[in-house]
């Protein structure tokens, strides 16, 4: 079965530039999470969406970065302008939340983003 | 907000030995989840306890939940070199709503062969 697809896996870019990660979660899962992982803040959750709707985007950092869940099967996230501190790992994940209890994530083997 | 605390922060052991990581929590929770991450790699689901579960097994995994101290452990028997790699604790809390965890900052462990 495939698991969570991301790309591109790395990316390297100059500031100021726009930058698109894009995420296909397992199919038939109705959660799907954003998140950016560095050494100093750990894991830290940007925003999710479940049956394509953002539920929360509180983790977002600023207004520089917009994601998009257009269907099911696609979701983006864009950061325009990027800056080098936004040099991070960020991670997709998908989940079938359909009862009681948070379900077990997901999780795509990430894009390693560089700002330079 | 960080949610749980993973103790150690790092663990160096030799191959066989086993390894014991521990996990607190703030705010009540509907479960409690393990995950691995290898170097350069995504989170991978380890195991899942349930709030009313106090011990789960799976193959060489052993986890514990005490909700009255809001702690939990993991042990890993026999340990391989290839259990090497950080080790993540996850919360779901009441009213964390669709689905949402809350992740420590993981226990990065090292098997010497």
């Known amino acids: 079965d495939a698991g969570v697809i991301q790309s591109p896996r790395h990316e390297v870019t100059e500031m100021g530039q726009e930058v698109t990660l894009r995420c296909k979660p397992i199919s038939g899962h109705n959660s799907l999470f954003w998140y950016r992982q560095t050494m100093m803040r750990g894991l830290e959750l940007l925003i999710y969406f479940n049956n394509n709707v953002p539920i929360d985007d509180s983790g977002m950092p600023e207004d520089r970065f917009s994601a998009k869940m257009p269907n099911a099967s696609f979701s983006t996230l864009k950061i325009q302008p990027s800056e080098p501190r936004d040099s991070a790992v960020y991670f997709c994940?998908?989940?079938?939340?359909?009862?009681?209890?948070?379900?077990?994530?997901?999780f795509g083997d990430g894009t390693r983003l560089s700002i330079l | 907000s960080q949610q749980g605390e993973e103790d150690p922060q790092a663990l160096s052991i030799q191959e066989g030995e086993n390894a014991t990581m521990n996990c607190s929590y703030k705010t009540s929770i509907n479960n409690l989840q393990w995950y691995r991450q290898n170097s350069g790699r995504g989170l991978v689901h380890l195991i899942l306890i349930r709030s009313n579960e106090r011990e789960k097994h799976s193959g060489r995994l052993r986890v514990t939940l005490d909700t009255s101290k809001k702690s939990s452990s993991l042990l890993i028997t026999a340990s391989r070199a290839a259990d090497t790699a950080s080790y993540f604790c996850?919360?779901?809390?009441?009213?964390?709503?669709?689905?949402?965890?809350?992740f420590g900052k993981g226990t990065k462990l090292s098997v010497k062969p």
């Open positions: 994940a998908s989940s079938f939340q359909g009862g009681f209890g948070n379900q077990p994530q997901h």
């Open positions: 996850a919360t779901g809390n009441y009213g964390g709503s669709q689905g949402n965890l809350i």
